[in-house]
């Protein structure tokens, strides 16, 4: 198996982190640079990453995906719950992440990149406010348990902790300034950053 990356990608972090906790070996991580999409638009059709290469030549996109299908393929341990409303509760989570949550941060950086320091700095305020708002849901869903959606770590968390773990890091050498706009903008509860500690010390594929 083969992935595409380009560094501090926050989504590839998605896939490395099923992998980890699957212990599936990566054969290659294919190092890209973040302005230069030439080599993932061959393989795959499109330019973002991750792409994972499987062994018989498949080559699958979109992160959450994959990690489903991940979880296919190696069972164990879960990621979802078998239980099916359990279930449809984890992807609804994952929907509202991808598609609401994710709105207000690339707002944020679309509306600073596009105008610099003449940015809107009510519509920022009220994105912000949104980011800020989503921080309480976070911590109640985590409330008297470890893990989003239960005592031990799932595709929810996959899919969210690449993103939140900004509340209380960041990587010395990452300029990504959607990366930045989650550094201003998450405010951790102690629950919160208590999950992102359990979460930094998941394993990840050795080769990561
Ligand atoms: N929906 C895709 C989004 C992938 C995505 O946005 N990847 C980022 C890296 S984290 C990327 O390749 N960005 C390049 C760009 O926007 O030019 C997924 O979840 O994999």
Redesign the pocket.
Known sequence: MRIHT?PH????H?VALALGLKGVVVDEWVQHT?ED?AEVRAVSGQ????VLETDDGQML????P?VAWIDETWPAPPLYPADPAARREVEGFITFF?HVWKVAPNAIDAERQRHGSGADTERIAAWAAQLRGWQHGFDGLLYGRDYLFGDTPGAADICAYPFLRFATSADPDDDDLFHGVLIDHLEPTPRLAAWIDRMAALPLPPNF
């Open positions: 380009i990608s926050t989504n590839v998605r973040p999409r330019d973002l990453v991750p996109i979109d992160s959450m994959i991808n």
